[in-house]
């Protein structure tokens, strides 16, 4: 799926190896990474856990003394971006836990970047310092003030060199806008305005207000007895500042208009599948459910992704998608027990490669898929500790399902449900990926010869 690299890099197709092995970030439950996200030139990645922290990774200049640590990512940054809350009105506790994370584009030597828990979304500048100010008039070198009787002379103050100090600070604090849990934030293309989505609602923020925002989105039911579906996931149109699409519980995609009118509750296009009866059961609503929501990088295409399958839609066909994919088919006939479980309900996400050609999204036992749309072929891909040592090459792995098991595959029965990739990330422009599994961040890229 390496498109454009031409006929050298067919044998290697479906080679992943690692670029730093594997970046353990703890081992508690406030370490478990809960989002991935590359910024838009791929320099830096950043991840969200589930204790509110931030970690920055930097990849590095290739040396010619080291040709073998082609582009290895190392901690950046580390800050604390939210910290644990008490709703007294509702008598309620707000996780720290960052549900996504969004990069701005760089305009000048600092970084921007959104997170947000529950209920608050911070803007944050994350920027270099390797100077200080030294000879202050009124205050001496230890940072005391001075008594101004006793400054005889008039001195000017100049930069003296120090150690690289990276400092992490929150400029906006955009709060007490949303009732239900945020599950998606997404940054316009005017840079200007971004939109927080939760169960019901989703609303608009320019980046320099924080104190008002305006809602474009309420499904809320006048009756609360009377609500069949909720808010999943929401995103903006790459080129496009006026149109956004967000997906919902029972596995519709609607797109919107801005520009149609101020309440965008009303779809300017509406995407379903039509169901098979034949395959209606007990768990057919649940697993229909939409967890993530991705606008293809040309702007063209959406692509959505369900518990069983990914979806790729065009925009300019609405009774079907163009392209399904099954992730994880040979779990169809354990419902039952993921049901019971509650693995039925985890939200994996999905992520497009930089050309739109190749999608990858997670599964269990730390498996994770990937398409490719133009040969149709698929592989399914493990990150582990075990299996992945620093510039291994990743084995193509296969479940089997009932039967003689061959020697390099595994049973769909012995598939560890607690070991799951839920997020992943894909560089803008290279082959370049990086995976979370539990507490661990895996950064794999394509074999070079």
């Given at each position: 799926?390496?498109a454009?690299?031409?006929s050298l890099?067919q ?5 992943f190896?690692q670029v730093k092995?594997t970046i ?8 478990i990474i809960s989002t991935v ?6 320099e ?5 856990d589930k ?10 200049q290739?040396?010619k003394?080291?040709?073998?640590r082609r582009?290895?990512y190392n ?9 644990p809350?008490?709703d007294?009105l509702k008598?309620?506790e707000?996780?720290e836990k ?16 959104l997170?947000t ?8 500048k ?8 030294e000879?202050y008039?009124l ?12 400054i005889t002379?008039?001195?000017v103050p ?6 690289l100090?990276?400092e992490?600070?929150?400029r906006?604090?955009f709060a007490n806008?949303h009732?239900y849990?945020i599950?998606?934030i ?10 927080s989505?939760?169960?019901?609602r989703i609303?608009?923020?320019n980046?320099e207000i924080t104190n008002?925002s305006?809602n474009i ?10 609500l069949?579906?909720v808010?999943t996931?929401?995103e903006?149109h790459?080129h496009?500042?006026n149109?956004?699409?967000?997906s ?10 801005m520009?149609?009118?101020?309440l965008?509750?009303?779809?300017a296009k509406?995407?379903e599948?039509?169901e098979d009866?034949?395959?209606?059961s007990?768990f057919?609503e649940?697993i229909?459910?939409i967890s993530?929501?991705k606008?293809s990088?040309?702007g063209?295409y ?7 399958t990914?979806k790729v ?5 609405e009774?079907?998608p163009?392209?399904?994919y ?9 419902l039952?027990?993921l049901?019971?479980n509650?693995c ?5 996400e999905c992520?497009?490669?930089g050309?739109?050609s190749v999608?990858?999204t997670?599964?269990?036992n730390?498996f994770?898929r990937?398409f ?6 698929d592989?399914?891909?493990?990150a ?6 620093p510039r291994?090459?990743?084995k193509p792995?296969k479940v089997c ?11 769909v029965?012995s598939?560890d449900f607690?070991k ?7 560089h803008p422009s290279e082959n ?9 961040l ?6 070079v010869?």
């Amino acid at each position: 799926f390496l498109a454009g690299l031409g006929s050298l890099m067919q044998d290697v197709l479906w080679c992943f190896s690692q670029v730093k092995g594997t970046i353990d970030i703890g081992v508690t439950e406030a370490d478990i990474i809960s989002t991935v996200e590359f910024n838009h030139t791929g320099e830096l990645l950043a991840t969200g856990d589930k204790g509110g922290r931030v970690v920055i990774f930097q990849r590095e200049q290739e040396s010619k003394n080291q040709p073998h640590r082609r582009g290895e990512y190392n901690v950046y940054s580390t800050f604390q971006s939210h910290e644990p809350e008490f709703d007294y009105l509702k008598s309620l506790e707000i996780e720290e836990k960052i549900n996504k994370i969004r990069w701005l584009p760089q305009q000048n030597a600092a970084y921007f970047l959104l997170s947000t828990n529950d209920k608050t979304v911070k803007l944050w500048k994350v920027s270099e310092r390797d100077k200080r100010p030294e000879g202050y008039n009124l205050k001496d070198e230890d940072g005391r003030l001075r008594d101004p009787s006793m400054i005889t002379m008039l001195r000017v103050p100049v930069l003296r060199p120090m150690d690289l100090m990276v400092e992490a600070t929150p400029r906006r604090v955009f709060a007490n806008a949303h009732t239900y849990h945020i599950n998606s934030i997404s940054v316009n293309s005017d840079y200007e305005t971004y939109m927080s989505a939760d169960d019901l609602r989703i609303n608009l923020w320019n980046f320099e207000i924080t104190n008002q925002s305006f809602n474009i989105v309420d499904i809320k039911p006048a009756n609360m007895e009377e609500l069949t579906e909720v808010i999943t996931a929401a995103e903006f149109h790459p080129h496009h500042c006026n149109t956004f699409v967000y997906s919902s519980s029972k596995g519709t995609i609607r797109l919107c208009d801005m520009r149609t009118a101020a309440l965008c509750d009303r779809h300017a296009k509406f995407f379903e599948e039509p169901e098979d009866p034949s395959n209606r059961s007990f768990f057919s609503e649940i697993i229909s459910s939409i967890s993530d929501v991705k606008f293809s990088h040309s702007g063209r295409y959406i692509m959505t992704r369900d518990y069983l399958t990914v979806k790729v839609w065009d925009l300019n066909m609405e009774n079907r998608p163009i392209e399904t994919y099954q992730v994880h088919d040979y779990l169809r006939s354990k419902l039952c027990s993921l049901y019971e479980n509650d693995c039925i309900f985890d939200k994996f996400e999905c992520v497009w490669n930089g050309s739109d050609s190749v999608i990858m999204t997670g599964s269990y036992n730390n498996f994770f898929r990937m398409f490719d749309r133009n040969t149709k072929r698929d592989v399914t891909l493990e990150a582990s500790r075990e299996n992945s040592k620093p510039r291994a090459i990743l084995k193509p792995r296969k479940v089997c399902v009932g039967g003689k098991r061959r020697k390099d595959e595994i049973s769909v029965d012995s598939l560890d449900f607690s070991k799951k990739i839920l997020h992943t990330a894909w560089h803008p422009s290279e082959n370049i990926i990086a995976v979370a599994a539990t507490n661990n961040l895996y950064i794999f890229q394509d074999k070079v010869n």
